[in-house]
């Protein structure tokens, strides 16, 4: 069962702030009528305790007001919680937000286990729950390593790399990327151990173009494994032809949307499989691994 934890705490917030605004407007002004009244009446009382020290009226007095002040706990709880909640609810709204690698389809880039942070602004602020984009400050480009939304379940988070932005005609054959035409150059590099699956694989250093120069990183490609490609059906379906026996594909990226990929190329389900990711499925661009538990070396920027 898939949690919209966005959604839970829009609610959340909700919930608490009704009761906070509700002891701010209606209950603490009555509570303090109450306080100041009992108040009163006890400083009546207590000129006629003359046998009483003035250090023990000050303090009874003091026990009494905070007793008529004290927030009942059906209000003290929700209205103590609303502000934790209203900082997280903005900060992963337009800052920050944290997400855990579920899968290997990102190695050798991003493990299994990494925590990494979102950052929800580079690509424009947009109404959370409703993702809905208000102000433009940019958008995804090639080599970025974005968030989204799946295209068949927006309930499930998925980070892939963007490989084609709108316009662009991307073909994969051979094993191969092409982008607009252009072959994308590949290094060689030693081979990659996967120590979950207890094997070697190819490993290259990729250099795609971008808008601001090229953008290097590491991918895997299994030399001798062409599983044909078995699509689902998705919009936009008559931009994209399969190749080779489906082991292949080219695709013309249409208007506001994106072409993803994996880094781990031969173990990825991605665009290549469900098509493209619209720009109101955007989540944010992935930059930081803040912790990994099995392997604190990982924690830093990637690319």
């Not at 917030?13 to 009446?41: C, E, H, M, N």
């Not at 094997?199 to 001798?224: A, C, M, R, W």
Request: glycine share 6%; hydrophobic share 40%; proline share 7%.
């Amino acid at each position: 069962m898939n949690f919209n934890f966005a959604l839970i705490l829009f609610w959340l917030l909700i919930g608490t702030g009704l009761v906070w605004a509700a002891d701010l407007a209606y209950f603490r002004p009555r509570r303090t009528a109450s306080a100041q009244a009992a108040l009163k009446s006890f400083d009546e009382q207590a000129r006629l305790r003359t046998n009483v020290e003035p250090a023990q009226l000050h303090q009874e007095r003091a026990v009494l007001r905070d007793r008529m002040l004290r927030q009942p706990s059906w209000i003290e709880f929700p209205a103590g919680f609303f502000p934790v909640i209203l900082v997280v609810f903005l900060l992963r709204s337009f800052l920050f937000e944290p997400f855990r690698i579920p899968s290997g389809s990102m190695i050798p880039t991003l493990l299994v286990g990494d925590l990494i942070l979102v950052n929800k602004y580079d690509y424009g602020l947009r109404i959370p729950i409703l993702n809905r984009k208000v102000l433009d400050f940019g958008h995804p480009e090639r080599g970025d390593v974005m968030v989204f939304r799946y295209p068949n379940d927006p309930s499930i988070d998925y980070i892939k790399r963007v490989i084609g932005v709108p316009g662009d005609k991307i073909v994969y054959q051979a094993k191969r990327l092409t982008v607009n035409g252009q072959l994308v150059a590949e290094t060689a590099l030693p081979d990659y151990f996967d120590e979950d699956r207890v094997l070697y694989s190819k490993q290259f250093q990729e250099s795609l173009p971008g808008p601001h120069g090229i953008v290097t990183h590491e991918i895997l490609n299994d030399g001798d494994r062409s599983m044909p490609i078995q699509p689902d059906s998705y919009s936009f379906r008559e931009n994209c032809t399969y190749l080779d026996g489906n082991t292949g594909i080219s695709c013309t990226v249409p208007a506001d949307h994106y072409f993803m990929m994996g880094d781990n190329r031969d173990n990825s389900q991605d665009s290549r499989y469900w098509g493209f990711v619209p720009d109101e499925n955007i989540v944010g661009k992935a930059f930081l691994i803040w912790m990994n538990f099995g392997n604190i070396k990982r924690i830093g920027t990637f690319h």
